[in-house]
């Protein structure tokens, strides 16, 4: 069970929830029941003998919590073995005094509360049995071509026999959309474990902003947030963590954190724990010395007042694109007013005269993974916000070394971040702790300085 998460009551509710999706009531009584069907994420190797941390694929831990390499179905066609089925390593002496203890078949269905547990390499057996019951396969498309051959081939041989058997051909559909839309809804326990994985890595945010000295280097800052989200109980960054001082936060994804951070710049800090499956993303941009100079403040104040008008327009019945827009309108109109654009603001908007400076969307959907799952667009229109979702807010301006700005704002590139839950009359800034206004940030850093 994921360290700190959801207790398995928790996972069997939002098994419960997703079967009825399956039922055949579900599809108008045409489909006879469907199967869930999501495989085993294969183990990637690092270098001889040694593999990468596993790491299960995400809707399959969002039903399970199992972290061992493992296979799910879930089926609600009323035949033979209807339920939730784990195919699971079995206990194994001989493996386990090298990898550790499994849970295997007993823990499967005691722990984790399988109705039916089998051994790994039974899977496509029992998958084959399901599909000879099933009108319909919700499938979890693997990374690995030769899982979705295997997959394709049992199709077929269901689908041979149904001329003699009776009945339609299977329908096969993708599982990840039917998954994301329970997904993007958060249950309480969700929510709960959200605020924490925010709450620990603003905390380290601030942590971080009274520590550094100029002089530091970028990967002593990433140490810093990486210790502090691992000693408060996050599994570790729930992505790779950026510490970009000076020109190289214009890297949108920078994460080399290698250079010497100097005072005179500014740092951009991207940072989340995961906690109990959790992510938080959170991004905070602060002066590596105590103040920030007469470009770096201006470019910050655009930057930080388009964050807080798009929070300010989050709420449930709002299009998620009107977040994006909002940004877009207060950074297009900072950057007229500090010189870095020349026009009308409807002109420079329509012609994306920004995009140099803000090439990227302004949300995200977040929850067990950092870009989480859930379609932006729904029924042909910006999907509209409900209480319980959970979005990114991230403006930013990035001035390259080279980009057509006035000399002075060259090198310097801001992003803020924070992660806002939609509620049921408004928005909860789940990561608001960390500190952003200006005059704060020069305080902590020069009470940092004088230490
Ligand atoms: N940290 C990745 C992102 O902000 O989307
Ligand atoms: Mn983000
Ligand atoms: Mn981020």
Not at 129 to 144: F, M, W
Not at 219 to 236: I, M, V
Not at 374 to 382: M, N
Not at 420 to 430: C, F, K, Q, R, S
Request: hydrophobic share 35%; proline share 5%; charged share 25%.
């Amino acid at each position: 069970m994921t360290l700190h998460g959801p207790d398995p009551a928790a996972y069997a509710e939002r098994r419960q929830a997703l079967r009825t999706d399956l039922s055949p009531e579900a599809d108008g009584g045409t489909n006879g029941g469907a199967v869930l069907f999501l495989p085993e994420s294969p183990e990637v190797v690092f270098a001889n003998d040694v593999h990468f941390a596993y790491r299960p694929e995400t809707n399959l831990r969002y039903l399970s919590g199992f972290e061992e390499p493992a296979a799910l179905l879930l089926t609600a066609h009323g035949g033979e073995e209807d339920g939730f089925t784990l195919c699971v390593k079995p206990r194994d002496e001989q493996s386990e005094t090298w990898t550790g203890r499994r849970v295997g078949l007993d823990g499967a269905r005691q722990l984790y509360r399988a109705d039916y547990a089998h051994p790994l390499e039974e899977t496509y057996e029992i998958l084959l049995r399901h599909l000879r019951r099933a009108g319909k396969l919700y499938y979890g498309h693997s990374r690995e071509p030769q899982i979705n051959q295997k997959i394709l081939e049992l199709v077929h041989q269901a689908n041979a026999e149904r001329p003699r058997r009776g009945g339609e051909p299977l329908v096969v559909t993708e599982a990840g959309p039917l998954l994301a839309e329970h997904r993007l809804r958060k249950r309480p326990e969700e929510i709960a474990l959200m605020r924490k994985a925010g709450e620990i890595s603003a905390a380290a945010h601030q942590r971080l902003m009274e520590t550094l000295k100029a002089g530091d280097r970028e990967y002593q800052a990433q140490a810093r947030l990486d210790y502090d989200f691992r000693f408060n109980g996050c599994s570790g960054p729930a992505y790779g963590t950026i510490c970009a001082g000076g020109a190289n936060a214009t890297v949108l994804h920078y994460t080399r954190n290698e250079a010497v951070l100097c005072d005179g710049d500014l740092v951009l800090v991207d940072a989340g724990g995961e906690y109990g499956g959790y992510c938080s993303d959170i991004t905070r941009t602060f002066p590596v010395g105590v103040g920030f100079s007469k470009s770096q403040a201006a470019l910050y104040d655009c930057v930080l007042d388009a964050q807080q008008a798009a929070i300010d327009v989050v709420r449930p019945g709002i299009a998620i694109e009107e977040v994006h827009k909002t940004s877009v309108r207060v950074l297009t109109q900072g950057l007229i007013d500090i010189g870095v654009l020349d026009g009308s603001l409807d002109d420079c908007i329509e012609k994306s005269k920004y995009s140099p400076f803000y090439m990227h969307n302004t949300s995200h959907w977040l929850g067990m993974d950092v870009h989480d799952a859930g379609t932006y667009r729904h029924a042909g229109a910006s999907r509209t916000l409900e209480a319980g979702m959970v979005l990114t807010v991230e403006p930013g301006l990035y001035v390259r070394s080279d980009a057509p700005a006035p000399e002075h704002f060259r090198g310097i590139g801001i992003r803020i971040e924070d992660d806002v839950l939609v509620t049921a009359d408004g928005a909860e800034v789940l990561s608001a702790a960390a500190p952003k206004r200006r005059a704060e940030l020069e305080s902590i850093r020069r009470t940092a300085a004088a230490r």
